[in-house]
């Protein structure tokens, strides 16, 4: 198979979640209201107009609304990424997933052009909200909303495949709950991306190595220093091999044919 | 390197590192550590500590730019460092506890401020020997010579005065009553507007040197910070006359004021009790000293948005800057 056959998948998987997403607008704005929430709410009760302490990639104080800012665009990618890939149950039981798996093209190669649609449709939601909250008075540099974008896609990419390993191993639409309960929640809470990790040491230093060996915690890391124009390396291998290792471990157990198999028939 | 910045950062912050020997520099006197940091203003980093007097506050440089002047509140004395050699050459008898002072366009005369004994001291920088002294309010900190040189106002801290102290004969001319606490005066560059500001009053008070009544009271409010907390000491005004910069003290915030209208424009956040400020000597950048933090932040008056904040000693009072 050639290359142009793989870009005709790619495109194709591409368009059709995109279709998915202009459907449905009521999702698109839950995915950006959910963070505004927070920036506006949350942020504004916390009451830190004093500024909070500078930690890098900080050069000076900051107030808390700038701080939680990269959290809350990594927010919008840990929902869509959950959303989408457990969406992937419902394509399941639907029949769509196996048009899709009829296609020649490697499981693989469909299963990564379906995490990167996800991807790019993330994208346009994580700019919209930066867009907004430049409007509430966060501003990072110009410059730094173009330093994130490859920071962001590999965020995407990794929280798309935590979502897709997580659907290979959910049988039922319904247990989206669970997975916001067990997976979306304790990942958001339990990272930098509310409080700076030494304010999390402050409290308990248990505390502190849950939010330390969280995944999310360095990709929030990755996606802060970036939208600084800084790199930091340490986010970055954590959150290239976490991706990588979530990724194969979502192709290697994703068995369509199981499902459907053992899935007893809806009405 | 645990957080690399990008290689263009590195690149050309490495190309003016090294094509600026001579580059422009503050210096930040520590009120705890009784130390002077010595800012490089082009990397943005402390390249030397002084050892000085005991309890370094006020600074202001003669009007060469070779020699500074320490007002050491604890050593009871104003030290004369020379800059080529960073060593202090003398002790000028200023009075005792000195906290602000200010340098007479003549170059020769320092306007000093003696907080416990309500005096102001003149003392003639070459001669080393006191001119005059002046009985004023109670508590005198702010202090500042008009630009043409004719008037040296002084603030009392208790007495909530203005003193105006006329040049020629040393005397006590005139009182402006002001709000609670006055702590610093800054003359608008033509000498014709004094502004000065309240610390317990909240306020800044505008006052026409030629009536000398006030013309204006600002009033300062920042959503979500008590306003007890708003307290303005340093003021800073552009040549331009475009904007004033007020220190908002534990308010961790400094004022922009539009200097025309007195409208405030925007708050912008800084350290931990922000006292004293200084512009860079290419008037881009603006300096505050935040006393509990320790450290110092950088305005870009340009864009008034504060880009950086160094870390000095302990409690940094007053900043110079120069070329």
């Given at each position: 198979m050639s290359p142009i056959h793989y870009l005709h998948a790619f495109t194709g998987v591409v368009k059709r979640e995109f279709w998915r997403f202009i459907q449905q607008r009521s999702r698109f704005l839950s995915a950006l209201v959910r963070p505004l929430l927070w920036l506006v709410v949350f942020a504004a009760g916390f009451r830190a107009a004093l500024g909070v302490a500078i930690i890098p990639p900080y050069e000076t104080y900051i107030t808390y609304e700038t701080y939680i800012a990269p959290g809350l665009c990594c927010m919008i990618l840990l929902f869509n990424g959950m959303q989408s890939s457990l969406s992937m149950v419902y394509d399941r039981e639907m029949g769509s997933m196996k048009v899709l798996l009829m296609s020649p093209m490697p499981r693989s190669w469909l299963l990564i052009s379906k995490l990167m649609a996800i991807a790019l449709i993330s994208l346009l939601q994580v700019y919209a909200f930066l867009a907004i909250a430049w409007i509430a008075g966060v501003e990072p540099p110009l410059l730094g909303l173009i330093t994130v974008l490859p920071a962001l896609v590999l965020v995407a990419l990794l929280l798309g495949a935590i979502g897709l390993f997580l659907s290979a191993r959910i049988r039922q639409l319904e247990n989206f709950a669970g997975v916001m309960n067990f997976v979306i929640f304790p990942m958001f809470f339990l990272s930098s991306a509310l409080y700076p990790l030494w304010k999390m040491r402050e409290s308990s230093e248990w505390l502190y190595w849950i939010c330390q060996y969280n995944p999310f915690t360095h990709a929030v890391e990755l996606v802060r220093f970036a939208l600084y124009q800084q790199l930091n390396l340490e986010a970055l291998a954590i959150t290239l091999g976490c991706t990588t290792l979530f990724a194969l471990l979502a192709i290697l157990s994703f068995n369509p044919e199981r499902s459907a198999r053992t899935m007893p028939a809806r009405g | 390197m645990k957080y690399p910045k990008l290689i263009p950062t590195l690149l050309v912050s490495a190309l003016v590192a090294a094509g600026n020997a001579q580059a422009a520099t503050a210096y930040i006197s520590n009120e705890k550590d009784d130390t002077l940091s010595v800012l490089d203003?082009?990397?943005?980093?402390?390249?030397d500590t002084i050892d000085v007097g005991e309890r370094p506050r006020g600074i202001a440089l003669s009007k060469d730019g070779s020699k500074l002047y320490i007002c050491a509140s604890d050593s009871d004395t104003v030290q004369v460092m020379d800059l080529a050699t960073r060593k202090i050459v003398a002790n000028l008898p200023s009075g005792a506890d000195p906290e602000q002072f200010s340098l007479h366009p003549d170059n020769r005369k320092l306007y000093i401020s003696n907080e416990d004994d309500a005096l102001v001291t003149v003392v003639d920088t070459q001669t080393h020997e006191v001119v005059a002294q002046i009985e004023v309010g109670v508590e005198p900190e702010g202090m500042a010579v008009s630009p043409d040189g004719r008037w040296a106002v002084n603030t009392s801290e208790t007495t909530n005065m203005l003193h105006w102290i006329d040049t020629q004969t040393h005397e006590l001319v005139d009182n402006t009553l002001v709000d609670q606490r006055p702590r610093h005066v800054e003359f608008r560059k033509d000498g014709k507007l004094l502004w000065a500001s309240a610390e317990i009053g909240g306020t800044v008070s505008v006052v026409d040197v030629e009536s000398r009544q006030i013309i204006k009271k600002l009033n300062f409010e920042i959503k979500g910070i008590h306003p007890d907390k708003i307290q303005p000491v340093g003021i800073k005004l552009t040549d331009d006359g475009k904007y004033a910069f007020v220190a908002l003290g534990p308010a961790n915030h400094v004022a922009v004021v539009d200097a025309k209208t007195y409208e405030v424009l925007d708050y912008l956040l800084v350290g931990r009790r922000v006292w004293h400020m200084e512009f860079t000597p290419d008037r881009k950048h603006l300096l505050t000293t935040n006393g509990i933090s320790g450290d110092v932040s950088v305005i870009d008056v340009d864009d008034l948005k504060v880009i950086r904040s160094i870390k000095v000693g302990r409690y940094p009072w007053g900043v110079v800057t120069t070329p």
């Open positions: - | 203003l082009d990397s943005w980093t402390v390249t």
